[in-house]
């Protein structure tokens, strides 16, 4: 049995990084006796669980490629909440390019992320491929009317540089852009946002622009809590806590939003107004987890997407792989008011 509730998260607006910022799960862990540990803050030799997700006290809020590539690859994990934030997707062109739309984009060089060490750490490649996709529907194109040409990335990402190094890592292929190697990128995020303005390139689809939520489905977007089966199973009260403490932070956040938009700063490694391009002024009121039927059909999107694109060693059940009653008991605790504050 573990005695460390373990916690790890990508570096964007979530109710748990946040109840994590304002110690709250460190308070979950301590009333349960358990230590708490972040892989951030690991050394080397935990920081692959971030993707493998086989340390039996980990909970992981991250992501979607690593968490479905890890279940595909038989990691015994359960998906216990779905977050979904809109963090500026674009397809990005240099300053002095004539595309200004999706059937523009016919013909061109797209830059896409070469393959990692394995299929959870090519999160960056499943990024910019299924960004493409998303975004050439709206021009009656598909990946077939493109020529994609891979552009350089970590082959071995690990958590701690992952968000040391974020500056870099959400630059995949400016450099290629900027020196005409490719046509056309795809970015996301805060940093990304600054990133395009500091060299001056345009954006020539804005994938946030319309109302199709299955257009904007990607490696952020559902983002799914993932846990270890062992703890649901040992400890179901601390995954209840870690949930209630979850919720209650976005019950604060929706109040806050200057107070969360300082935490992002830090976690996202960007500046204010990254952080306001990328995720608007009204982010901070959908922060609660669900796992209503519209996420779990949008994480379903992405798993055939990256099954179709050999992202996942197999395919797998999406129902069967989520476990409802933690949430549901963590809104029964929060709904009662007894979260410990």
């Not at 997707?89 to 394995?118: C, K």
């Not at 999406?318 to 008991?329: D, I, K, N, T």
């Amino acid at each position: 049995m573990t005695d460390t509730l373990w916690y790890t998260r990508c570096p964007v607006p979530t109710a748990s990084g946040l109840a994590h910022s304002l110690g709250w799960l460190d308070e979950t862990a301590a009333g349960s006796g358990l230590k708490f540990g972040v892989l951030q803050d690991a050394g080397p030799e935990l920081a692959g669980f971030h993707f493998s997700h086989q340390l039996s006290g980990l909970v992981r809020e991250g992501g979607n490629v690593p968490a479905l590539a890890a279940r595909a690859q038989g990691s015994p994990t359960r998906l216990i909440g779905l977050t979904w934030i809109d963090e500026a997707q674009a397809i990005l062109v240099g300053p002095q390019s004539q595309v200004a739309s999706a059937a523009d984009l016919a013909g061109l060089r797209i830059g896409v992320p070469a393959w990692a060490q394995d299929q959870a750490r090519s999160f960056p490649r499943a990024m910019a491929l299924h960004g493409f996709a998303n975004a050439l529907r709206p021009g009656g194109l598909t990946l077939a009317d493109v020529r994609v040409v891979e552009v350089g990335v970590e082959r071995d990402p690990q958590v701690r540089t992952e968000i040391q190094e974020r500056r870099r890592s959400v630059t995949w292929g400016v450099e290629e852009l900027l020196d005409g190697t490719v046509d056309a990128i795809y970015v996301k995020g805060a940093r990304a946002q600054e990133v395009a303005r500091e060299h001056g390139l345009r954006v020539a689809v804005d994938l946030d622009a319309g109302d199709s939520k299955r257009l904007r489905v990607n490696n952020g977007t559902p983002r799914p809590i993932t846990v270890h089966q062992e703890l649901l199973d040992t400890r179901p009260e601390v995954v209840v806590g870690f949930l209630a403490q979850s919720l209650r932070a976005a019950d604060w956040a929706a109040g806050d939003l200057d107070g969360v938009r300082t935490v992002l700063q830090r976690e996202t490694l960007s500046g204010p107004e990254g952080v306001v391009a990328a995720y608007g002024a009204e982010f901070h009121r959908g922060l609660h987890p669900s796992l209503s039927e519209e996420r779990i059909d949008l994480l379903g999107v992405q798993k055939q997407f990256l099954y179709t694109h050999g992202f996942l060693a197999a395919d797998f059940d999406l129902e069967s792989w989520v476990a409802p009653e933690p949430l549901a008991q963590a809104r029964a605790l929060v709904a009662a008011g007894t979260v410990a504050a």
